[in-house]
Structure formats: structure tokens, C-alpha cells
T-cell receptor, first 114, second 118 residues
């Protein structure tokens, strides 16, 4: 079946540090890949996505590249801010089918200290 | 982006009682809504797909008589946890997609409901 594995947190960084949150997936074909962010007390928000191999999704300084050869979609940001503190979820939608069903990773809690 | 409102955000109930959770799309019509459950330090697990005007589609292993889903309008879906027990304590979250969804259509999430059964 389909699955998403992301690095376990929590991750604690100082402001302006470089961030990487690893995400690998298992799925047949070419799934669409997503990163969602959940700020404290709020619902999940789409951060970025990529729908085909070698695509790079980017938003708010975050980037992730769809790597088919390594089945990965690692999230990166060059300089994190305190306001980036949140839980980050990697997710996929399998190729084929007509339903919009997301398979999520377990989430990674990021805390950025001033 | 579009807004999905989920209510209540927290609820504590006694074992054996039923609890209803509402999920509303505030500024768009959602023909399809999804209900997820999240255990501590676990992934969000899809429980069911709620389709307006028809029966919900439940994922394998989810008891349909335990988790009643009603999608009575294009802006409202409800999840009722019937005869709740402590093992039903969890974080429940809904999402909604606009009409004509596909793989490239964004799903918008509610803020979630923390259910505690005592």
C-alpha cells in the first residue's frame, strides 16, 4: 500500500538556521506529493506541492523537490524564523483513481527559538 | 484560501454518550468532505469520505455504525461518535474540496476537534 515516512521530531532550531525535514514515500507510479503545515490551534494548510518527477514546490521560503529515483520529497528552508514553529506533514495522493485521498506521514514538530 | 470551520474544537464526554462534530465550508461548496483521525504521534488516518446527498464511504476497519457521517448540504458534514468509549479519544479533523475536485484540487482543513471520553 501507499505510505509516507518522515523524520521524527521534535526538531529544535535557532532562528536563521537551515532546516531539512526528510520525507520518503512508497507508492506505485507517480503520486502527487505535498507538504502541509499546522500552526498551533489551527487546521492544516497546504504549504507546497509537486505533481511530477523533478518538480520543485516552493512557498514562503520553503522548497521541496520531487525525486523519483530516491522516492523522496525533503522539505528545506535556508533561514527559519520563530513564526515557522509548527507541525509539518508530508503527504501523497496516489496516481490513478478519482478520489482525493491524502496519505500522511506522522508529522514533525518544529520549534524555532529566537 | 477557502475556510473550513470545525466545531467544537474540544469536547469532553462521558463514556456511553454520543458526540457530534460539525464541519462547515464557509465560502465554497464542498461536494466531498473527508474525516480523519489522528492518534498521538501518529499519522492522520482517513476514516471516511463524505459525499453530499449520499452515503459515506468508509475506509477498511472503520465501524460505520460507530462513526455516523451525514453530509446534508454542500456546506455541512457531521461526524457523530456514538456510544463513545475512552478508546475513541482522539483528534478528529475534516477537510473539504470544492466541487469538481481532482488530484490537483486543494483540500482545505478544519482546525480539528480534540475528543476526550472519560
Amino acid at each position: 500500500g501507499n505510505s509516507v515516512t518522515q523524520m521524527e521530531g521534535p526538531v529544535t532550531l535557532s532562528e536563521e538556521a537551515f532546516l531539512t525535514i526528510n520525507c520518503t514515500y512508497t507508492a506505485t507510479g507517480y503520486p502527487s506529493l505535498f507538504w502541509y503545515v499546522q500552526y498551533p490551534g489551527e487546521g492544516l494548510q497546504l504549504l507546497l506541492k509537486a505533481t511530477k518527477a523533478d518538480d520543485k514546490g516552493s512557498n514562503k521560503g520553503f522548497e521541496a523537490t520531487y525525486r523519483k529515483e530516491t522516492t523522496s520529497f525533503h522539505l528545506e528552508k535556508g533561514s527559519v524564523q520563530v513564526s515557522d514553529s509548527a507541525v509539518y506533514f508530508c503527504a501523497l495522493i496516489p496516481s490513478g483513481g478519482s478520489n482525493y485521498k491524502l496519505t500522511f506521514g506522522k508529522g514533525t514538530l518544529l520549534t524555532v527559538n529566537p | 484560501g477557502a475556510v473550513v470551520s470545525q466545531h467544537p474544537s474540544r469536547v469532553i464526554c462521558k463514556s456511553g454518550t454520543s458526540v457530534k462534530i460539525e464541519c462547515r465550508s464557509l465560502d465554497f461548496q464542498a461536494t466531498t468532505m473527508f474525516w480523519y483521525r489522528q492518534f498521538p504521534k501518529q499519522s492522520l488516518m482517513l476514516m471516511a469520505t463524505s459525499n453530499e446527498g449520499s452515503k459515506a464511504t468508509y475506509e477498511q476497519g472503520v465501524e460505520k455504525d460507530k462513526f455516523l457521517i451525514n453530509h446534508a448540504s454542500l456546506t455541512l458534514s457531521t461526524l457523530t461518535v456514538t456510544s463513545a468509549h475512552p478508546e475513541d479519544s482522539s483528534f478528529y479533523i475534516c477537510s473539504a474540496s470544492q466541487a469538481g475536485y481532482g488530484r490537483d484540487t486543494e483540500a482545505f482543513f478544519g482546525q480539528g476537534t480534540r475528543l476526550t471520553v472519560v
